[in-house]
């Protein structure tokens, strides 16, 4: 008989030790309650510090900050977000009026929402491919810095989950709890809306009607509401960010914009005028007509995709996302959390894993990297980071269309919904 070569165990002790997701998700908690506590967020002398500098956690505090002075959201003054996320804010610094305390506790509750990205990830790439796959996805997705840094930026990690939620349900075929978790979803940011397309794709007429009625309806009576109470300050708060000039997009080099998406003083939100006012120069190219040929490429999708098994879903709803995003105005780099999951569910190789942190790269070098050059510009790109600027957004955009073309191809795989071939 022969005998075990010394060491012999140590490989089956790693791959024990990799294959357990518990052991990843305490490692994937701590690391970011580690930071969190390490590099406390706080505000010195007007200007921010700690984990949460250069994103957006400031802004949220200064909006919700006028629930203490003027009263509620889309009541008393208008929110460029939806009411979910407005009033969720203001909640947070009800609880923690001082900014430390309110940005730790958002940090906290955002890494939450993203253990239940990691979580989703995992399930939706079991049902995909395998048990190791789906292990060695939520291992790759848990050191990912962007996921990481937009945890205590923005709150993207929210909407990703919403969508990754729905997701889930869709292909449990769990359909009317889809429908809730996409109406949850368009009440944090609109995005969620596009999985409604692939419930028509991927369901009987009779069936996508029901999760549609579902999300629809939940949205519609959330809106009336507070249209009843004051529409002068709900309808601003719908149409805010279609108003905005072209910022970091294709859009933007064309309409010689060259400066991040934000609107006016925090005043202005008490006017429901300003909500409407673009500050920037105007779109060369009109809105309607982006968007027009954005419905024509998700219509040519629509009747040409040929894949109907759970990956064809996810590769339908991650194409949905990315031309949402080309056809909008603007670009953030927080996006990349809601782009990050479908990359990684489509493309689940070397290749999907060394695309994501060349997208990376690109987007945090254009912010903050270049945008943190812009102080003496008022946060305007000019002079010698102009070149670098556009070939960035370029280069961005180029990787995205890329991307779209590659989901695309999945689509024109035929499989049906058990992954055989037709």
Not at 37 to 61: H, M, N
Not at 200 to 225: E, L, N, Q, S
Request: proline share 5%; charged share 15%.
């Amino acid at each position: 008989m022969a005998k075990p070569k010394p060491g012999g165990q140590a490989p089956l002790q790693l791959h024990a030790l990799l294959s357990d997701f518990r052991l990843l998700l305490v490692l994937f908690v701590c690391l970011r309650v580690l930071l969190l506590l390490i590099y406390q967020p706080f505000i010195l002398q007007g200007v921010e510090r700690g984990i949460t500098a250069g994103g957006d956690f400031q802004t949220y505090f200064q909006i919700a900050s006028l629930s203490s002075k003027v009263g509620l959201p889309m009541r008393d003054w208008w929110s460029e977000f939806p009411p979910l996320w407005s009033y969720f804010s203001v909640l947070i610094y009800k609880l923690q009026p001082n900014y430390t305390g309110f940005a730790m506790l958002l940090g906290f509750i955002f890494m939450l929402f993203d253990v239940g990205n990691l979580v989703l990830i995992r399930k939706i790439a079991t049902q995909l491919y395998s048990e190791d796959t789906a292990q060695a996805l939520a291992w790759i997705y848990a050191v990912l810095l962007a996921p990481l840094v937009f945890v205590f930026w923005t709150f993207e990690v929210v909407v990703a989950f919403f969508m990754l939620l729905s997701l889930w349900w869709l292909l449990k075929e769990r359909d009317k709890l889809a429908g809730v978790g996409i109406a949850l979803g368009v009440l944090v940011k609109f995005t969620p809306i596009v999985i409604l397309g692939a419930i028509w794709r991927y369901r009987p007429v009779r069936k996508a009607i029901v999760p549609t009625i579902i999300m629809v309806g939940i949205v519609v009576i959330v809106y009336v509401f507070f249209f009843v109470q004051n529409a002068a300050m709900s309808v601003p708060s719908v149409t805010a960010q279609f108003s905005k000039a072209s910022y970091e997009t294709v859009w933007a080099l064309i309409d010689g914009n060259y400066k991040t998406g934000n609107f006016g003083p925090l005043d202005d939100r008490l006017d429901p005028a300003k909500a409407n006012i673009t500050l920037g120069n105007p779109a060369k190219i009109p809105s309607w007509l982006r968007l027009g040929v954005a419905v024509a490429i998700g219509v040519f999708v629509f009747m040409r995709t040929r894949r109907f098994d759970a990956k064809g879903l996810v590769a339908f709803v991650g194409i949905s996302v990315l031309v949402f995003f080309l056809q909008a105005q603007g670009w953030s780099p927080q996006w990349l959390v809601q782009i990050i999951p479908f990359i990684l569910l489509c493309f689940p190789t070397r290749d999907g894993v060394l695309l994501i942190v060349l997208l990376s790269l690109v987007t945090f070098t254009e912010y903050p990297f270049l945008f943190i050059r812009t102080g003496d510009t008022g946060g305007e790109i000019t002079g010698a980071l102009v070149t670098p600027f556009a070939a960035l957004v370029l280069a961005r955009t180029v990787m995205l269309v890329g991307i779209c073309v590659a989901q695309y191809r999945i689509l024109r795989q035929s499989r049906d919904r058990q992954g055989l071939v037709t």
